[in-house]
């Protein structure tokens, strides 16, 4: 399990920004979960309404640390638009985390609060660390 470190203020996310090397980095996994979900029997929703998590494993070629995680509790919004190249924005306001994985990109993820993990590089290779099927080959062609 990761060590989670919380975002709280702007110095915190600046400091997050400064000590990774986003330019070399990409996003390897994004993994959604929703707290809401159906029981068998009888039929019925748990936690409607609720707010999704999701964790995102950004990986650099570049020097340490090889990668980061993210974690991104309540999601109010999620609007993503990859431009290729990661050059992230935060943003705080009472409540709200807005992340952008480019800050040119008008797309953000707005959630209750974001959190951050140094993983071991253990994460690197074509294993998956979130997922249970690949949906590209070794070569990167996609195995649909």
Request: aromatic share 12%; proline share 8%; hydrophobic share 40%.
């Amino acid at each position: 399990m990761p060590s989670w470190i919380d975002i709280e203020n702007q110095a915190q996310a600046g400091e997050l920004l400064r000590n990774f090397r986003w330019e070399d980095g990409f996003v390897r996994e994004l993994h959604l979960v929703s707290p809401s979900y159906v029981t068998r029997e009888p039929r019925s929703v748990v936690a409607w309404g609720a707010y999704p998590t999701a964790r995102a494993l950004i990986t650099t070629q570049g020097a340490a640390p090889p990668a980061v995680e993210l974690l991104f509790v309540g999601i109010q919004d999620l609007e993503l638009w990859f431009r290729g190249d990661l050059d992230p924005a935060v943003s705080l306001e009472e409540g709200c985390v807005e992340w952008r994985f480019h800050k040119d990109s008008p797309s953000a993820v707005r959630c209750s609060s974001l959190r951050y993990a140094w993983p071991d590089p253990s994460c690197l290779g074509y294993a998956l660390r979130y997922g249970r099927e690949h949906v590209f080959d070794r070569g990167g062609s996609p195995v649909l």
